[in-house]
Nanobody, 115 residues
């Protein structure tokens, strides 16, 4: 069974940085597309950043100029570097991978930005 294992969340002060990691385990197939979404309390899940085949990258409006996504195909992993974090970045962050046409979601990891 394929699982996405997320790590790197936690509590950070405004203006700080965090790096999220997500690794796909339990599969011999590569995830062509991997990315991050987030859901804040009372809000819908939204795109943060997604990395597709090659250098095809898309960012949500909230992530532009502050977050950077990278992908390690050999490790079947995706990373999200988040800089200059704001209070409104507080949310549960979910990793998503598309493997052989199937959407796979991680369990989510909490990111809290607070002074």
């Amino acid at each position: 069974q394929v699982q996405l294992v997320e790590s790197g969340g936690g509590l950070v002060q405004p203006g700080g940085s965090l790096r999220l990691s997500c690794v796909a385990r339990g599969t011999i197939y590569s995830a062509n597309t991997m990315g991050w979404y987030r859901q804040a309390p009372g809000k819908e899940r939204e795109l943060v950043a997604v990395r597709g085949v090659g250098a095809n990258t898309r960012y949500g409006d909230s992530a532009k100029d502050r977050f950077s996504i990278s992908k390690d195909n050999a490790k079947n992993a995706v990373y999200l570097q988040m800089d200059n974090l704001r209070l409104e970045d507080t949310a549960v962050y979910y990793c998503k991978a598309i493997i052989r046409g199937h959407d796979i979601w991680g369990q989510g990891i909490q990111v809290t930005v607070s002074s």
